[in-house]
Each structure stands twice: as C-alpha cells, then as structure tokens.
C-alpha cells in the first residue's frame, strides 16, 4: 500500500485504487442549465461506467438556508470525495458532472475569493478531458440556480479558465444529439489515444 494524503488527511491507498488511476476522468462542466447533468448520465450509460453527480445539488437541498463560503469547502470535500469513491469500478472513463472549478468561480463572483484549499486540491486534480458545454440552450428555472442573465459572463469565464488547465477542452453545442454526438467523438478519439 501508498500513503496519500487527502485535504490534509493520510489515507493508505489500496491496489484497486492505485489501478483506478488508469480510467480517464472526463468533466461535463459550464453555466448553469446548460445540459450538463443529462449528458453525463447519457455518456455514463452509453460508456456503460460510472458518474459522479454534483455535490452541491443533495448538499444545498439538505442545507435549509442560504449557503456561506464555509459551505462551498464542504461541498469541495464531498465532491472529491465522491469522484474518489466512484473511481474504483468506472469502466475505463469516469464522467464527472462538475468539478472543482465550478466552486471556484461561484465562491470568487459570490464572495469575492475562494479559500486557498479548493484552489489547491482544484489544481491538483487531473482531468483527461473537458467537455464545456455551451448557453445556446433555453434556460430551465430551477430553486438552485441562480443567474440567468449572466450565462454569457460565466460561459467566457469557464472558457478562460480551461485554457490555463492544459487539458483538451471541446465545446459542446447545439441540440440534445448534436451534443451528444460531439462528446462521443471526443471521447472515443481520447480514448483510441488520436
């Protein structure tokens, strides 16, 4: 076994984890209401694997009250947590329905910064793939979304924040199936290694 160390915790890390290392992490990231969750569980079930959910949707529905900043390293934590645990089984590519990047920005537009923690587990966190996906679909109102007139502005600060991850980004856009369609050919091209 390998010690690795997990927001400030030593945890030994077993033979299945180590080899889950080996499935490729995919991120359905972007806006609000843009299609995110529906394709994540299209691709997980298409690519017969697993998915890791958002975090924030279970946490704020449990929470009662207007979350604080305290509350988005929580939620960092659980969704860690969550892609940690969801790993070990993912048949070869993990979908992942968000990320710590979304924490980030929330946390920097709504308070102004983001703790020094999801900033630092946020950057070492590797993703193989990013599929960043476009406003060009109609918005949904939903309790726990927040800004529909700012799409436009979040969409260029998810752009400009990917493009300093170093990893492939693919814009997804268009219908259900032109969206669907894209994201498999990103993901079947990561996956022959072309």
Request: with cysteine.
């Amino acid at each position: 076994m390998r010690l690795i160390t997990y927001f400030g915790k030593k945890k030994n890390m077993s033979f299945s984890q180590q080899a889950a290392k080996v499935v490729k992490r995919i991120c359905v990231i972007g806006p609000e209401c843009t299609g995110k969750t529906d394709l994540s569980k299209f691709l997980a079930s298409h690519y017969k694997t697993n998915w890791v959910e958002e975090y924030a949707r279970a946490y704020l529905n449990k929470l009662g009250k207007p979350y604080t900043q305290a509350d988005l390293t929580k939620i960092a934590h659980g969704q860690l947590r969550m892609e940690d645990e969801w790993q070990t089984g993912a048949n070869r590519i993990l979908i992942c329905d968000t990320n710590l990047l979304v924490i980030k920005v929330w946390s920097e537009h709504k308070f102004g910064n983001c703790d020094e923690e999801i900033i630092e587990k946020m950057q070492s966190r590797i993703y193989d793939l990013f599929l960043l996906t476009n406003i060009d679909i109609p918005w949904e109102n939903d309790p726990q979304r927040e800004h529909p007139d700012k799409r436009e502005y979040f969409w260029d600060i998810y752009k400009k924040e990917l493009a300093q991850t170093n990893t492939l980004v693919v814009e997804v856009t268009g219908d259900r199936e032109a969206r669907r369609k894209k994201s498999i050919e990103a993901i079947d091209s990561l996956l022959s290694g072309s």
